[in-house]
């Protein structure tokens, strides 16, 4: 044998014993690596079920509160009985009746001719118009705000008043909320009417864009719809918050320009004033109703899904916390 052979045979024979223990590692390896493999595979099939079935939860979650939803809907009937009845309670007892509906606001709009065009003399800032028309503007804020703080000041004991739909019979409770908020926009409706009429006769027929008054509103009839249904249930659990909701409405009436233009607010402070959510819907009901403007199609398309976005979860913290309304009332 040739010495490179020699060398060869020599290199082979010492690394055979090596070869064959891999070998046995191998052999004994693979069926544990096979093993884990399946584990794994087991665990991961655990986790992906976990969360298709969580999914189908939450979509059956989701099915229910759009069930619920629909059933405001299918109560249609009981809703306009309690909004009659919301509005007859009010002046129950009284002679006029209902005629107080008309009569209260016209009271309250002459009072304002007579304090802002006689007294005062007032002018709108920075628009040029006459006493009557800023008298007018300022009760434009006056009934906007309205709407907005009845229902604000009544939500947190709706519950409470009424105790018998929650403990005697089922009852859609989710209907009362609603039921309140409708009936605070029959009065707006009747003081936007009203503006209306003596805008006609004291400054003249108002610009096209007030058409678009319904539009403006919208969004803040989703928000205010939010708020009642929040307040309501969670005056259930705080019966303490009856009474921090009236210096709060309070609040929100003066940090708002309700009773005076943005302008007029100093500009360190007009941010902070901006920011109100009440704000834009006052602005763009002036804008629309007495100065001409159009609303911004992207800013009340922004406006109408937040206000939307946030009355499906007021209304789904009210679907979920009813449930322990008998327990505390």
Same mark, same amino acid.
């Given at each position: ?27 004994? =390896? ?78 309250? =709009? ?27 503007? =300022?009760? @434009? ?76 509103? =919208? ?87 937040? @206000? ?22």
């Amino acid at each position: 044998m040739k010495p490179r052979e020699a060398r060869l045979a020599l290199d082979l024979t010492a690394f055979s014993p090596l070869r064959q223990n891999a070998g046995l590692r191998w052999r004994r =390896l693979y069926p544990r690596i096979i093993m884990t493999f399946r584990r794994a595979c087991q665990h991961a099939a655990g986790i992906f079920s976990t969360v298709c079935i969580g999914l189908t939860i939450e979509a059956q979650t989701v099915c229910r509160n759009l069930s619920m939803q629909i059933s405001v809907l299918r109560h249609r009937s009981l809703l306009w009985d309690f909004v009659r009845r919301d509005l007859a309670t009010k002046f129950r007892g009284s002679a006029l009746g209902s005629v107080w509906m008309i009569v209260t606001p016209i009271l309250t =709009l002459l009072v304002y001719f007579f304090v802002f065009s006689v007294v005062f003399k007032a002018r709108w800032a920075g628009e040029g118009l006459n006493s009557k028309a800023s008298a007018l503007i =300022l009760f @434009s804020g006056l009934i906007t705000y309205t709407f907005f703080s009845e229902c604000f000041l009544r939500a947190p004991m709706l519950m409470r008043e009424n105790p018998n739909f929650i403990k005697k019979v089922v009852f859609p409770l989710e209907v009362l909320p609603l039921a309140i908020t409708l009936s605070a926009v029959v009065n707006a409706a009747i003081g936007y009417g009203l503006l209306l009429l003596f805008n006609l006769v004291f400054v003249g027929l108002p610009p096209l864009s007030a058409i678009a008054l319904p539009v403006v509103l =919208l969004p803040m009839f989703f928000a205010v719809l939010g708020v009642t249904y929040l307040l309501a249930s969670l005056g259930v659990y705080l019966p303490d918050i009856k009474l921090l909701v009236p210096p709060i409405s309070m609040a929100i009436m003066y940090l708002s320009p309700v009773f005076y233009p943005l302008d007029m607010v100093p500009q360190i402070l007009r941010f902070a004033v901006a920011m109100n959510p009440f704000t834009p819907v006052l602005e763009n009901v002036r804008h629309v109703f007495f100065f001409g403007q159009w609303p911004d199609v992207l800013g009340m398309i922004i406006q109408l899904a937040v @206000s939307i976005a946030f009355l499906c979860a007021c209304y789904w913290f009210f679907m979920k916390s009813k449930k322990g309304f008998p327990d505390v009332l």
